[in-house]
Nanobody
Framework: QVQLVESGGGLVQPGGSLRLSCAASGSIFSHTMDWYRQAPGKQRELVARITDGGSTFYAASVKGRFTISRDNAKNTVYLQMTSLKPEDTAVYYC???????WGQGTQVTVSS
């Protein structure tokens, strides 16, 4: 069974940048891949999506600041986050379509 492992989170000041990685234990090349986030007390929300053909979608709250990309040869999806804001603080998860069991996520905290 394919497993997803997120990494790259951490504590960053407002305006800073982070690059998240999502490594799959199996092939992802035929799947649309998503990044989600869940802030304390809030529902998990879709942040960004990339299709197997490379088309992308972004939530309005992150458009222009976040960039999703994929390296099918490495079975890895990335989320480059810039101009980070305190409201970006959340646990970030990746998943595919169709969805599979969630990984542990990676914590992103934006604070001065």
């Amino acid at each position: 069974q394919v497993q997803l492992v997120e990494s790259g989170g951490g504590l960053v000041q407002p305006g800073g940048s982070l690059r998240l990685s999502c490594a799959a234990s199996g092939s992802i090349f035929s799947h649309t891949m998503d990044w989600y986030r869940q802030a304390p007390g809030k529902q998990r929300e879709l942040v960004a999506r990339i299709t197997d053909g490379g088309s992308t979608f972004y939530a309005a709250s992150v458009k222009g600041r976040f960039t999703i990309s994929r390296d099918n040869a490495k079975n890895t999806v990335y989320l480059q986050m810039t101009s980070l804001k305190p409201e970006d603080t959340a646990v970030y998860y990746c998943n595919r379509i169709p969805p599979m069991p969630w990984g542990q996520g990676t914590q992103v905290t934006v604070s001065s």
